[in-house]
C-alpha cells in the first residue's frame, strides 16, 4: 500500500537542540497530521494541517503543510526530555479510493540526552 | 482523548485459533478504524467502519473481520491466528471522515505463538 516517506528514521540529540522532520510523498494530501506516541501508548495527535502553505505552532512544534500538498514537515524547538517517543506524519485524502483513510510515514525515533 | 479503550490489552494465543479484540468508544464518533502496527511499517489500516453495520477494508485485512453492531462498539476477529499476525493493535475513532483527526485507543499487544 500507499507510505509516506518520512526521515530521519531515527534521531540523537541533546537537550535543548533543535529537531526537524519531514514526510514526503508522490500523492496529494488534503491534510497533514503529526502523531506523537510514548512506549505503550497510542498515537497522540500534536498538530493539525488543513491548507496548503499553513504554518501551525503548538508550543515548542511547529509544523507546515508543503505547498505542492505533497509534503510536511515538523520541527520541534530547544528539545527536553520527555520529547522522547515516536513521531508519525500522517496524510489524509478527500477523494478516490483512498478517501477518508490515513497513510502513515514509519516514524521517527526521538531520543534526548540530558 | 475520545475515551477509547480496547481489550484485552495483552494477549498470548497459539496458531490456528480464533481471537477477538474489542473497542469501545464513549464519545458517540461515527467512524472507527482498526490499524495494526509493526516495526518498519508504522500503522496500516485493517478495516474501518463508517457506521452501525456498516464496514470496509483497509490495505492489509486478509485473515481479518469485523463487526460492528453498536456505535460504540468495533470488534476485530482474526479467524484463525498465524504468527504473522503477531502486532499491536490499535483502535481508532473520528466524528468526520475527512476533516476531523483520528483519536488512538491504548492498543492491544497480542502474541501468536
Redesign the interface.
Known sequence: GQQLNQSPQSMFIQEGEDVSMNCTSSSIFNTWLWYKQDPGEGPVLLIALYKAGELTSNGRLTAQFGITRKDSFLNISASIPSDVGIYFCAGLRAGGTSYGKLTFGQGTILTVHP | DAG?TQSPRHKVTETGTPVTLRCHQTENHR?M?WYRQDP??????IH?S?GVKDTDK???SDGYSVSRSKTEDFLLTLESATSSQTSVY?C?TSSD???E???????TRLLVL
Do not use: S
Not at chain 2, 40 to 45: V, W
Open positions: 477509547i467512524y478504524y518498519g511499517h508504522g500503522l496500516r489500516l474501518y463508517y483497509g490495505e492489509v490499535f481508532a471522515r475527512v476533516r483527526t483520528q483519536y488512538f485507543g491504548p492498543g
